[in-house]
C-alpha cells in the first residue's frame, strides 16, 4: 500500500489538476489506495497549490482568511485585525452593517498610499482576523495583494 505521501506524488508527476482530472486519475489506478476522498476539496486545493509553487507559478488558490479564535495566527501568516496596520477603522453598527464597513475600507484602503506600498508583503500569505468565514475587509486586501502585478493598485 502506498504511503499518502506517494499518492501525492504520483497525482503530481501527472499534473492532474482539476477535479475531474484527478477523479480520473483516482479512478485509473491512483486511487486504489482508499487513502485519498475525492470530494475532499481541500486536499485538492493543497494539491493544486504545491503543483503551481513546484513549476514556479502563480498559486491555484488565493491564500486563505483564517479566523484568529479558531486557527490561531500560524506561521508564515499576517494579522489583519484591529490594532494591526491593517485594521478596519469602520466599526458595524455605528459606520454600517457588514457588506457597508467592508466596502467603506475597500475604498479607503485606496486613500492609504503607505499601506498601499505594503501590499506585496501579503502577497500568497494567509490573513488572520476575528471576522472569517464571514465577510471580511480581509476580502479586498487578498484580492489586491494576489492580482497580478499590474493590476495590484
Known sequence: MKTEYEIAED???AKAVNKT??????RDGGGSHNIVNTNDSRYLRQL????AERD????AT???ILNKHIHGIPAGAVYIGRGSPWGN???IGRDGDRKDVVAKYD??????PHLLARLP???HRQLVCFCAPSLCHGNPLRRRANAPVCEAI
Do not use: N, S
Request: net charge neutral; proline share 9%.
Open 107 to 112: 475604498a479607503w484602503i485606496d486613500t492609504q
Open 21 to 26: 482530472d484527478f477523479i480520473q486519475w483516482f
Open 11 to 13: 497525482f503530481l508527476t
Open 48 to 51: 493544486k497549490t504545491y503543483v
Open 121 to 123: 508583503d501579503l502577497r
Open 89 to 91: 477603522p469602520f466599526i
Open 56 to 59: 514556479g507559478e502563480r498559486p
Open 62 to 64: 488565493l491564500p486563505r
